[in-house]
């Protein structure tokens, strides 16, 4: 159970996990704070917190947890802020998409509260922002990754982890490289790659046309290049070294099948597309 929560950053990630923690009667009271009182007085309307402050230092005292749900490029701000109000009991977490950004933000911003600070990242959104787009299920049955270090203390961990598992989530831990890796691979690529498709089609001088005739194959493809362009700028620029060797590898694979195109190579893009096909299937057997 928590005492006092406080949520800064009360959009989809944060607003979601506050609904969800409300419901289950996990926390005693939930402060949001963000830069927008306007946002919060949504927020407090659609009883997602119970108060609101815009000042992070005075937001987070006497909160046993503070939850970081702001954007990646905010972070270090953020933590910077809260730390002269941070009560000795506070445990400190985020919800970052990309870790290795976070960790050295909050180790400058937090300084001698490191210790009691746990990365995490919960793998489950939408491509919707802001409190509106909240829901309490969100996390039912994803996965949530904690990245803690060698010093982080164990008691702060087990919190954060109790905490998701509440709010309906399996807990992982992953090494902070390790975590930004994967998901440069699984979900940044993906993001990028359909920002750039829709950006490519949008400059076509027929582009009425081509929305027009656009279909469910297009939508899938795309739906996610609806998403928040400053966070994904934020997510690109936070996880560049491991999004680039991601993209790299990637336009190696697409100029390979450009060729295979081009020499008219029927069997090589069956292949290629069996095997996409079989671990697509195989995904999705596992997801249900
Ligand atoms: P969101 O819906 O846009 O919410 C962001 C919140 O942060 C808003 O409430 C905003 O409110 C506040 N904020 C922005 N800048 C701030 C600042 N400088 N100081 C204080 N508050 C600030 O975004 P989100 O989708 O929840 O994403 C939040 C975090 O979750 C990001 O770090 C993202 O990487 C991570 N994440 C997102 C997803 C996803 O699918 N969306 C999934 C997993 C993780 P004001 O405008 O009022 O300040």
Redesign the pocket.
């Known amino acids: 159970m928590i005492n006092r929560l406080c949520i800064?950053?009360?959009?989809?990630?944060?607003g979601s996990l506050s609904r969800s923690l409300r419901e289950q009667s996990y926390c005693s009271t939930v402060v949001g704070?963000?830069?927008?009182e306007k946002?919060?007085q949504r927020a407090q309307a659609l009883g997602v917190i119970d108060h609101y402050d815009t000042d992070i230092a005075s937001a987070v005292r006497d909160a046993d947890m503070v939850v970081v749900?702001?954007?990646?490029g905010?972070m270090e701000?953020?933590f910077t802020a809260m730390h002269p109000g941070l009560a000795e009991q506070a445990v400190i977490t985020d919800?970052?998409?990309s870790k290795a950004s976070v960790v050295e933000a909050a180790r400058t911003g937090l300084g001698d509260r490191f210790t009691a600070f746990v990365p995490g990242?919960?793998i489950?959104?939408?491509e919707k922002?802001?409190?509106e787009?909240s829901f309490s299920e969100l996390f039912q049955d994803r996965k949530v990754i904690l990245t803690p270090l060698p010093e982080t203390r164990p008691s702060a961990v087990e919190a954060v982890r109790a905490m998701w598992q509440t709010a309906g989530a399996e807990v992982l831990d992953l090494e902070v490289s390790h975590h930004d890796e994967v998901l440069a691979a699984t979900s940044h690529l993906p993001h990028v790659l359909a920002f750039a498709l829709v950006e490519s089609l949008a400059r076509m001088s027929d582009r009425d046309e081509i929305f027009q005739y656009a279909a469910g194959g297009f939508r899938d493809f795309t739906r996610i290049a609806s998403s928040?362009p400053v966070?994904w700028a934020d997510?690109c620029l936070a996880n560049h070294d491991a999004l680039l060797a991601a993209v790299t590898r990637f336009q190696a694979d697409l100029n390979e099948l450009q060729d295979t195109i081009e020499r008219g190579d029927r069997q090589g893009l069956l292949d290629v597309f069996s095997r996409a096909k079989q671990a697509r299937d195989r995904y999705a057997d596992g997801q249900q």
């Open positions: 800064i950053g009360v959009g989809l990630i944060g704070c963000s830069r927008d946002h919060l749900a702001v954007p990646l905010a701000a953020v919800v970052g998409s990242h919960p489950a959104g939408t922002s802001g409190v787009a928040d966070m997510i």
